[in-house]
């Protein structure tokens, strides 16, 4: 399918408002979910069938050009299939006429990708994590969500109302007059609406086209390089050399208490058991959700303050430098991951991204190899080590004492400066920002440099990119070092 492009000057993003839906809704909105994960389980049915039947008739001999035949995946071949079988499979039978289409749309469609995507990622031409084959989702454990492309989607004139297909209307929990306003006004046309359930209340995502208002950001000459951590959530240092920190709130760790009394609650009431087929009981469930408000809660507030703090450096910085983290390899460590978890570094670089294009200024990424805690941020000599014992960077060379993420900061923001090419830091080339103002004289962003396999080491064995580097103190190099987006 073609990829959908926005009018000049407009932009699709999303808007997620919190429903509070009265008993009929809510039925509704759990019955659509409940339609698209059956619909999805149909459709992995009908795909793994003929593969398994494939198997068992060459087990038997049969030849190559005898066996049944494969059945396509895409979404209007799965769509059909569905539709020629919804009267009589028992699956369906009886009951699919009480949702919208689009509810088994939702589910055939999500089959469709998992399909493409496992085979893509067999065939080496999908990045990331190995794809397995499509399973069933279970009754459980699947998350309860359905999207809506066609029919009526709206925003009632009260603006505290939102229209969505054989739903009917639902009550929004804030007042989005502003939203509606915007509509009338023929800046902003809704594509798509997704209801789900997250964290035990109703949403409702609605994609738009929004007309993009570039909104002039506080400082747009200077930088800021971030450097992430545990103990200080943001250590900021900017192109002025001033110093900034957002601490740690540590919402996970604060609570842990209530938490290991919640838990401890649930453990003496008699859960499932898959084992045994165990159903839970009515007290384990009013436990159990009990504990889930906890956690509810702790991602709450995790989202708030993570909102508020890149919000704040997207509208004031022209630049902004973080770095390139390894969280998932960081999660990895069993001492740090709960806090690494907490803290959502990848969740703070990805609001990052998308809120300085919405600004239309920089985010740099720096290298995962660059080392901005080991290099002294004013003679620019690199230490060989500094375990992560050491707070205070202390240079051999030139006699700077730091703090050592107050350090990395620094010259991280130092780090901008140079990608200008001026070399003074904070000092941007005003007539280059201001001619394209939403970044297309940018560089695109560099594919990491591969490590090669050099000729005449044995076994092909990759070492570290920094072996053999680790033993003195290097002048750092700073073309590499850089990936723009
Ligand atoms: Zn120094």
Not at 76 to 87: E, H, I, T, V, W
Not at 148 to 157: A, H, K, Q
Not at 215 to 244: F, M, N, Q, Y
Not at 303 to 310: A, C
Request: charged residues 30%; positive net charge; proline residues 4%.
């Amino acid at each position: 399918m073609r990829k959908f492009r926005p009018r000049a000057g407009f932009t699709v993003l999303a808007h997620k408002l919190a429903l509070d839906p009265n008993a009929t809704a809510n039925r509704h909105l759990h019955s659509h979910a409940g339609a698209a994960r059956a619909a999805y389980n149909g459709a992995v049915a009908y795909i793994t069938a003929v593969w398994w039947q494939r198997k068992a008739e060459q087990s038997y001999g049969i030849p190559e050009d005898q066996l049944t035949e494969w059945r396509s995946w895409s979404l209007p071949s799965l769509r059909k299939a569905f539709n020629a079988d919804k009267r009589t499979n028992p699956r369906f039978a009886g009951w699919w006429e009480e949702n919208s289409k689009e509810a088994y749309n939702t589910g055939l469609a999500g089959a469709s990708a998992a399909f493409d995507n496992y085979a893509k990622s067999k065939s080496g031409k999908r990045k990331g994590r190995t794809m397995g084959i499509p399973r069933f989702k279970s009754k459980r454990k699947a998350r309860l969500t359905c999207r809506f492309t066609t029919g009526t989607i709206r925003i009632e004139p009260d603006g505290h109302h939102v229209t969505l297909p054989r739903i009917g209307t639902v009550r929004l929990h804030e007042d989005r007059c502003d939203l509606r306003a915007l509509i009338d006004a023929g800046n902003m046309r809704v594509l798509s609406a997704t209801a789900r359930l997250d964290r035990g209340r109703w949403f409702v995502s609605l994609q738009v086209e929004e007309k993009h208002e570039l909104v002039k950001v506080a400082r747009p000459d200077a930088a800021v390089g971030i450097d992430l951590g545990i103990k200080t959530l943001a250590v900021l240092a900017d192109s002025d050399g001033v110093l900034g920190e957002e601490p740690n709130p540590r919402h996970l760790d604060r609570a842990q208490t209530q938490l290991r009394r919640a838990g401890r609650a649930v453990s003496r009431r008699r859960g499932p058991d898959r084992r045994t087929g165990q159903q839970a009981s009515k007290r384990w469930e009013k436990a159990n959700q009990a504990r889930n408000k906890i956690h509810h809660r702790v991602a709450n507030l995790r989202e708030d303050t993570l909102h508020k703090m890149t919000t704040r450096l997207a509208s004031e910085y022209g630049t902004i430098i973080v770095e390139d983290l390894n969280v998932a390899g960081m999660g990895r460590n069993r001492r740090l991951s709960r806090r690494v978890a907490d803290a959502a570094f990848g969740e703070i670089r990805r609001r990052l991204t998308y809120k300085t294009r919405r600004h239309g200024t920089r985010l740099v990424v720096a290298d995962r190899w660059f080392p901005s805690s080991k290099t002294c941020s004013r003679c620019g000599v690199v230490k060989a080590k500094l375990p992560l014992s050491m707070r205070v960077f202390a240079c051999g060379n030139c006699g700077l004492v730091l703090d050592r993420d107050a350090n990395a900061g620094h010259n991280l923001a130092a780090l901008a400066a140079r990608t200008t090419g001026t070399g003074v830091a904070g000092d941007l080339d005003p007539a280059k920002a201001e001619s394209k103002p939403r970044g297309a004289d940018r560089k695109t962003r560099a594919t990491r440099p591969r490590r090669k396999a050099q000729a005449g080491r044995a076994g092909g064995v990759i070492p570290s990119p920094r072996a053999g580097k680790e033993t003195g103190d290097r002048q750092q190099d700073t073309g590499a070092q850089l990936a723009l987006w």
